[in-house]
């Protein structure tokens, strides 16, 4: 299996060839999803929802995320590892975040994540820049649930929309390869994802549109204790084991049958 490189991910947007990411925490499933297909594997900071059953991603600790992705990245044969910077360990300027980044690198991310529109655009070109690939990430962003007022779709408002179509092109034009777009209407984020020149997004609630796909491993397996969004497919429905249910979703998302209609907003 030849790993999946940030230029093979970049040839896929340029082919339109949809990009499967799934989060992935651990060893096993790191290796179960390679076989199944998968092209990315996120390191979600949704491990403090899901492993911690913690109310939102704010407790989650930079040391937390080192530690899942040195489980991942030692099983991990194919898939391109992107792992979240967490709360707190970005925010405050460019050298914390390099700082911060260059520990989830040596621990065997490929690529950080973090989120953010425009503000984010210098701490994006500082990293690009000294060699760490980034992903942005836009919409609806867990990290800022307090302000936000909730886990909501966002861009529904005119001037909602106007600002997550700014924040894109800063963003690309920062140098980030990868953006999530979370909760975001599937048309808007559409419009978006052809407004862009280089930038794959990769959506969660945001319509087939999109140069991607992603969604959080314990949803799509149906093993999430508690309320789970619109925008989730259960794909152990029909499913022989994990690996199936996995490979069915890698399918779906390359095949364009998911997101349908009804996962969208
Ligand atoms: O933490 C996470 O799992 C994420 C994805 C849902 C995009 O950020
Ligand atoms: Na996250």
């Not at 339109?16 to 999803?33: H, N, Q, V």
């Amino acid at each position: 299996q030849k790993p999946v490189s940030l230029f093979e991910l970049g040839k896929m947007r340029a082919e339109g060839r949809k990009i499967a990411m799934l989060t992935c925490y651990d060893a096993s499933f790191a290796a179960l999803l390679g076989r199944a297909g998968v092209d990315s594997i996120l390191i979600g900071d949704s491990l403090g929802n899901v492993l911690q059953g913690q109310k939102s991603t704010l407790p989650v600790t930079l040391e937390q995320m080192a530690y899942h992705t040195e489980c991942v990245a030692r099983a991990n044969a194919r898939p391109f590892i992107v792992t979240d910077m967490p709360f707190g360990s970005y925010h405050e300027n460019r050298e914390q975040a390099m700082r911060n980044a260059a520990r989830l690198m040596a621990a065997g991310a490929q690529m950080v994540k973090l989120e953010g529109g425009e503000f984010m655009a210098d701490t994006i070109r500082f990293l690009v820049e000294r060699g760490v690939p980034v992903c942005a990430h836009i919409g609806l962003t867990p990290q800022a649930v307090h302000q936000l007022g909730g886990y909501r779709v966002q861009g529904r408002s005119e001037e909602g929309a106007a600002r997550l179509k700014a924040d894109a092109l800063a963003l690309e034009q920062a140098g980030a390869a990868l953006m999530v777009m979370e909760m975001v209407p599937a048309e808007l984020a559409s419009t978006i994802t052809r407004s862009l020149s280089s930038m794959a997004t990769i959506g969660i609630g945001a319509g087939a549109g999109c140069d991607g796909q992603v969604l959080v491993l314990h949803d799509m397996l149906g093993v999430f204790h508690g309320k789970t969004a619109r925008f989730v497919r259960n794909f152990m429905d029909g499913a022989t084991s994990i690996e199936d249910a996995v490979a069915r979703y890698a399918a779906a998302v390359k095949d364009g049958s998911f997101p349908a209609a009804e996962h969208c907003y």
